[in-house]
């Protein structure tokens, strides 16, 4: 599977479907309720997180994320997810497939976060529950990652 398209387009084809929840690729039209739920989820997401650019939550920034994450797409060494509602298309986090790795390995690392005010609903659990097809079947990987920066 090849993604080309730029996640800029309104039309991104690739979506993953969950119980309740939907991933589909980030467009730029999702910045400002991602700005919205990671400022707000601020001091619940940077203990587990890498430290965040200074400027991390503005639209330049955003693009950029978007031109990375378009990259590795072509690469084919990640796949960006936003984990939206079915119910109402609310954002409620991400998930990425990141270092995706083929030859005798085939596998990948998950990693993911929820807006706080969406945590112990069962996002995650829904999210990743729905990757995994994705990520056997799809991308025909044998190893599925996750891992959490500790305490």
Not at 76 to 90: G, L, M, S, V
Request: hydrophobic share 40%.
């Amino acid at each position: 599977m090849s993604i080309l398209r730029s996640l800029g387009a309104a039309d991104n084809e690739l979506c993953v479907e969950g119980k309740h929840v939907y991933l589909r690729l980030p467009v730029f039209g999702d910045f400002d309720a991602w700005a919205e739920l990671r400022a707000e989820s601020r001091a619940y997401l940077t203990p587990w997180e890498p430290v965040w650019p200074h400027d991390d939550l503005t639209r330049p920034a955003f693009r950029r994320r978007l031109r990375r994450y378009t990259q590795e797409l072509r690469d084919e060494t990640a796949y960006p997810f936003f984990i939206f509602r079915k119910q109402d298309n609310a954002l409620l986090g991400g998930i990425t497939l990141s270092n995706i790795r083929r030859g005798v390995t085939q596998s990948c690392s998950a990693g993911y976060w929820t807006g706080e005010r969406f945590a112990g609903q069962g996002v995650m659990q829904d999210a990743v529950r729905a990757t995994i097809p994705f990520v056997f079947r799809e991308l025909r990987l044998h190893r599925l990652e996750a891992a959490c920066l500790p305490e």
